[in-house]
């Protein structure tokens, strides 16, 4: 079965900053991945998705996350922060054929200092 | 367009009493369902999901049991709950053979 690794409780950046959220996967081949985004008190937005194809995936809000087969890694980028950004994040992993269900990080929660 | 429905929005309810939360799709017909359960700390546990009508898997053992007694409703129930069901639930939808899932607003839910 799939899981989910995000190495980051918590993290802190200034307004303006670069950022990037890691995440790491375990899957026998090539996996589903996705990236959510969670405002407090609220359901989870999807920010970008990676199926096949380029490893460097464009998303909402200006977030980008590139799938590093290697590495077993997807990491969210943002070259810069806004206020608006601080949220919970979570990373998850998708099987490719048998069950659909979506496997999820413990999530990365995001702190922007002005 | 495709929406999600869940309600309440909050649930303040005692240790003992019973629970129904309820969670409708509209837009799009057959979707996989999900209910998960976010804990502080603990990210987001998969407790049921569906794939069809009457058709439920349990992902864990709890308190919790859940029904779809309609296509694109979703229901969560309790018969006693327990201070420790406590938690942020998300219902979830998503096509069939997709693989991106949409969540509802959740529903706080408080046991006192």
């Known amino acids: 079965a799939q899981s989910v690794t995000q190495p980051d409780i918590h993290i802190t950046v200034s307004e303006g900053a670069s950022l990037e959220l890691r995440c790491n996967y375990s899957y026998g081949a090539t996996p589903y991945l996705f990236w959510y985004v969670q405002s407090p008190g609220q359901g989870l937005q999807l920010l970008l998705k990676y199926f096949s194809g380029d490893t460097l995936v464009q998303g909402i809000k200006g977030f980008e996350a590139e799938f590093k087969r290697s590495q077993s890694s997807f990491n969210l980028r943002k070259p810069s922060v806004h206020w608006s950004d601080a949220a919970e994040y979570f990373c998850?992993?998708?099987?490719?054929?048998?069950?659909?269900?979506?496997?999820f990080g413990k999530g990365t929660k995001l702190t922007v200092n002005p | 367009s495709q929406t999600i429905h869940q309600w309440p929005a909050t649930l303040v309810q005692p240790v003992g009493s019973p629970l129904s939360l309820e969670c409708t799709v509209e837009?799009?017909?057959?979707?996989?369902l999900y209910w998960y359960r976010q804990a502080a700390g603990r990210g987001l546990q998969l407790l049921f999901y569906?794939?069809?009508?009457?058709?439920i898997s349990s992902e864990v053992p709890q308190n919790l049991s859940a029904s779809r007694p309609q296509d694109r409703q979703f229901i969560l129930s309790s018969k006693k709950l327990l201070l420790s069901d406590s938690g942020f639930y998300l219902c979830?939808?998503?096509?069939?053979?997709?693989?991106?899932?949409?969540f509802g607003q959740g529903t706080r839910l408080t046991v006192v």
């Open positions: 569906s794939v069809g009508i009457g058709q």
């Open positions: 998850a992993v998708g099987a490719r054929g048998g069950s659909e269900k979506l496997v």
């Open positions: 837009g799009t017909s057959n979707p996989n």
């Open positions: 979830a939808w998503q096509r069939q053979g997709a693989q991106e899932a949409f």
